[in-house]
């Protein structure tokens, strides 16, 4: 069904991937994208759970919006691996504002039909979701 603010319904596909990334861990990243022709909100990219942060990063245009799941593993104070799922909101300063504006009115619905978010990001050029922000996020 499409959301009244912006008019992005989302792919049924975007909520399945999300589920096997969150429960199954069978991937460990997926990034979003809007498909304006359709008026809904689609998977972009997958990543395999072997793939490293950068790879991630790497996968994330320069000059368009994207939203992005990213399940990020680390080693807590005490010692203990942990894991936690980041929504990233990527709005590069470097994209069309028709672009940033459609992402923007549509984040808060899709980022409620992912059950399971644990930490958010909204990032606008590659030094907001470096490494040690994610990891300091983590914590």
Request: hydrophobic share 35%; charged share 35%.
């Amino acid at each position: 069904m499409a959301n009244a603010a912006s008019g992005m319904a989302v792919d049924n596909e975007c909520k399945i991937k999300f589920l096997e990334l969150k429960s199954k861990r069978t991937h460990r990243f997926i990034t979003f994208k809007i498909d304006e022709k359709l008026q809904q909100i689609t998977v972009d990219k997958i990543g395999t759970p072997a793939q490293t942060y950068d790879d991630f990063t790497a996968s994330l245009p320069e000059k368009e919006c994207r939203y992005a799941v990213y399940d990020f593993d680390f080693v807590t104070e005490e010692n203990c691996q942990k894991s936690k799922i980041f929504f990233i909101a990527w709005s590069p300063d470097t994209s069309r504002v028709r672009n940033k504006m459609l992402y923007a009115s549509s984040k808060d619905r899709f980022r409620r039909e992912l059950d399971g978010i644990q930490c958010e990001v909204q990032a606008t050029d590659a030094s907001e979701i470096g490494i040690d922000n994610i990891r300091d996020k983590a914590r």
